[in-house]
């Protein structure tokens, strides 16, 4: 792995919305401290002046936990932009998808983006392999991640854990690499 990250190498926050805190809606969640650790990114992000983009789910549904305007549409508290922050709404799962996302990396030069957020094996997984088949160096931060868990088209019962690692077992070496914070954040230190 590098032990550098560069200067300009951007935070891409996806989808870390309350829509996220309905266990009744969503099911068991894994990594219970992913944002705790995705503040203390984002604090590194914001010290060493590098370039943030927070993604926010949206939809058109009235119904939806993601209708724009509602409290469960919001950042969550640990991650709330600031107001020269640029946030891009979304409605797929990829934020490259309908949105400037990829015209704003290239506008700036970005070569290497950096992404967590909800879910791991939606919206991050879709935008890091985006991200990686677009030529970007991608990181995905395992820890600052997290799923909930699923059924299959069979009936089998996944847990949130085993969809989590599964997912970033398939991100890894080819569409980006995956590591932790604290290895992360580490990188960030060395080129202070």
């Given at each position: 792995?590098?032990?550098?990250?560069?200067?300009?190498?951007?935070?891409?926050?996806?989808?870390?919305?309350?829509?996220?805190d309905n266990a009744d809606f969503w099911g068991k969640r894994n990594n219970p401290e992913a944002e705790a650790n995705m503040a203390r990114?984002?604090?590194?992000?914001?010290?060493?002046?590098?370039?943030?983009?927070?993604?926010?789910?949206?939809?058109?549904?009235?119904?939806?936990?993601?209708?724009?305007?509602?409290?469960?549409?919001?950042?969550?508290?640990?991650?709330?932009?600031?107001?020269?922050?640029?946030?891009?709404?979304?409605?797929?799962?990829?934020?490259?998808?309908?949105?400037?996302?990829?015209?704003?990396?290239?506008?700036?030069?970005?070569?290497?983006?950096?992404?967590?957020?909800?879910?791991?094996?939606?919206?991050?997984?879709?935008?890091?392999?985006?991200?990686?088949?677009?030529?970007?160096?991608?990181?995905?931060?395992?820890?600052?991640?997290?799923?909930?868990?699923?059924?299959?088209?069979?009936?089998?019962?996944?847990?949130?854990?085993?969809?989590?690692?599964?997912?970033?077992?398939?991100?890894?070496?080819?569409?980006?690499?995956?590591?932790?914070?604290?290895?992360?954040?580490?990188?960030?230190?060395?080129?202070?």
């Amino acid at each position: 792995m590098t032990t550098v990250i560069p200067s300009d190498a951007t935070l891409i926050l996806i989808d870390v919305q309350h829509a996220f805190d309905n266990a009744d809606f969503w099911g068991k969640r894994n990594n219970p401290e992913a944002e705790a650790n995705m503040a203390r990114i984002l604090k590194a992000w914001r010290e060493t002046n590098r370039p943030v983009i927070h993604i926010q789910q949206i939809s058109k549904n009235p119904e939806s936990l993601f209708y724009p305007g509602t409290p469960t549409c919001e950042f969550k508290p640990e991650v709330t932009p600031l107001p020269d922050e640029v946030v891009i709404p979304k409605y797929p799962n990829s934020a490259f998808i309908g949105t400037d996302l990829e015209e704003r990396l290239r506008r700036d030069n970005i070569s290497t983006v950096v992404i967590f957020g909800l879910t791991t094996n939606h919206c991050v997984s879709t935008t890091s392999r985006m991200a990686g088949n677009f030529g970007f160096n991608v990181y995905v931060v395992a820890d600052a991640s997290a799923t909930f868990e699923r059924v299959g088209h069979d009936g089998r019962h996944y847990t949130a854990e085993q969809l989590h690692d599964v997912s970033l077992a398939s991100l890894h070496g080819e569409f980006a690499t995956v590591l932790e914070t604290e290895d992360l954040l580490r990188m960030v230190e060395v080129t202070v």
